[in-house]
């Protein structure tokens, strides 16, 4: 979202005849109205699903994915919390999955204080809820319901802000913008606890919470000029807006060949991705 709105901004300045309408929701929902061929362009925190696909085919509408950057979800508690500084992605699966049993820090690890856990974060139509999921409990949109659903990362933040045993996720750039109140929460994914930064997220040694963003373009829409000058735009700036807001640019490799790509596509040389 916040790419794109920079990359429509600067595109806008270029071409004032050309209204490039970007609105922020979830991953989920965007793909939705995507696939039912609302939308030119659809952005995503995840890759595409099954579901989604097919929901796609069945309407006609053939697209194209880019990759554009990486963020990773980062895992907070309130800073008053001297006991934790590592979670287990096993520790963080538990204590997220349906019908956890995990109530208190002592219920994860005996050795910390048995005080009870409150959590905070978004819900199932959330992009990052979805992924944090798929990542924890290994099923999109599975977990327990018995935490706080936040109407926002904001409110997140906030909450676990002003709750000594709060703890909740958000993606990297939010928790960026809020370091000053949260603790950040190494995760351990692969035997070595991991704080997320630009290059863990980016080499994947954040696992398993950093993930890569995409863009999907409808090949209709692309026979538009308006639209396949904006997409040229956006990607060969994606690195710099990226960065501007926050998150993590792809490699420079990956951008060339998005817009090797975007000239085969636009030339029909290329085949979909669906």
């Known amino acids: 979202g916040p790419i794109v709105e920079a990359a429509a901004e600067a595109f806008g300045a270029q071409a004032p005849d050309v209204d490039v309408a970007v609105e922020r929701t979830s991953s989920g929902a965007g793909l939705e109205r995507f696939c039912n061929g609302e939308t030119d362009i659809a952005t995503s925190g995840r890759r595409i699903n099954e579901e989604e696909t097919d929901a796609c085919a069945a309407a006609g509408v053939a697209y194209d994915e880019f990759e554009v950057a990486f963020d990773g979800v980062a895992v907070v508690v309130n800073p008053a919390n001297d006991a934790i500084s590592c979670l287990s992605a096993d520790q963080l699966g538990q204590l997220w999955e349906p019908d956890s049993a995990i109530r208190t820090w002592q219920d994860l690890d005996p050795a910390w204080p048995a005080e009870p856990i ?97 863009v999907y373009t409808s090949r209709t829409s692309l026979d538009r000029p308006e639209v396949a000058e904006f997409l040229h735009f956006y990607l060969t700036n994606a690195a710099a807006y990226a960065e501007q807001v926050g998150l993590v640019a792809s490699s420079e490799d990956v951008y060339a060949a998005n817009l090797t790509k975007l000239e085969e596509v636009i030339s029909r040389t290329a085949t979909p991705s669906a």
């Open 118 to 214: 409150a959590l905070y974060g978004t819900g199932s139509e959330s992009g990052t809820y979805q992924f944090f999921t798929q990542a924890l409990v290994g099923e999109e949109g599975a977990s327990r319901d018995d935490y706080e659903v936040t109407d926002g990362h904001p409110a997140t933040a906030e909450r676990v802000a002003a709750d000594a045993n709060g703890l909740g996720f958000l993606p990297f750039p939010r928790y960026m913008e809020n370091q000053d109140r949260l603790k950040l929460v190494a995760v351990d994914g692969n035997g070595a606890c991991v704080e997320p930064t630009a290059e863990t997220i980016r080499d994947g040694s954040y696992a398993p919470l950093s993930r890569p963003l995409f």
